[in-house]
């Protein structure tokens, strides 16, 4: 494979949604930067990454969480009542790719029409967009280093779009 791309199938032991309410939301951002140990939480459209964990504010009181710590969904179902957010687990809905290297822009712009330079997306951005038709949460983590989550149900399609998209860099056995 050439040193200039790569894309892995990344798995996550949890991720969770939550979405709180808007009379509640003071209290959430306080329950979930307790619980991460955080001083603030990500603002709108970024991404924190501490141990294996990741916080993005996916839109204001909804965020997403993926960590290798297992009981992530039994933690926060503790500290987080009904009465002030929804969470979801979305460990067996989602999957995702880990997409790195020179051209890993290159073969998203054949698809996606953002800008993906430092000085429009800098580094741990999220977004919500659309490859190949294929609802995502594209996370920059570096100019050249990107992770990619599906719904499962539609990840074969998105891969196989990825590698084909892979191909005119010298990319072929992947995933």
């Known amino acids: 494979m050439p040193k200039d791309l790569s894309i892995n199938e990344v798995r996550f032991k949890s991720m969770v949604l939550i979405k709180c309410w808007p009379d509640t939301s003071e209290n ?3 329950i979930i930067i307790s619980y991460l140990k955080l001083s ?4 709108l459209g970024a991404v924190h990454i501490q141990k294996n964990t990741y ?10 969480i993926f960590s290798d710590h297992q009981d992530l969904l039994s933690d926060l179902s503790k500290i987080i009542i009904p ?6 687990d979305v460990s067996q809905s989602r999957r995702g790719v880990h997409l790195k290297g020179i051209n890993a822009s290159l073969v998203l712009n054949k698809e996606i029409a953002i800008d993906f330079s430092n000085e429009a ?3 741990n951005t999220v977004v919500q967009t659309d490859i190949h038709s294929i609802g995502v949460i594209l996370i920059k983590l570096s100019s050249e280093d990107f992770l990619i989550f599906s719904y499962s149900s539609f990840f074969e399609s998105l891969s196989r779009w990825l590698i084909d998209s892979m191909k005119e860099y010298g990319c072929y056995d992947l995933i």
Do not use: C, D, F, R
């Open 28 to 30: 959430i951002e306080t």
């Open 40 to 43: 603030a939480l990500p603002k």
């Open 55 to 64: 916080i993005a504010t996916l839109s204001p009181g909804h965020y997403i």
């Open 83 to 88: 009465e002030n957010a929804v969470i979801t």
């Open 121 to 123: 997306m800098p580094a």
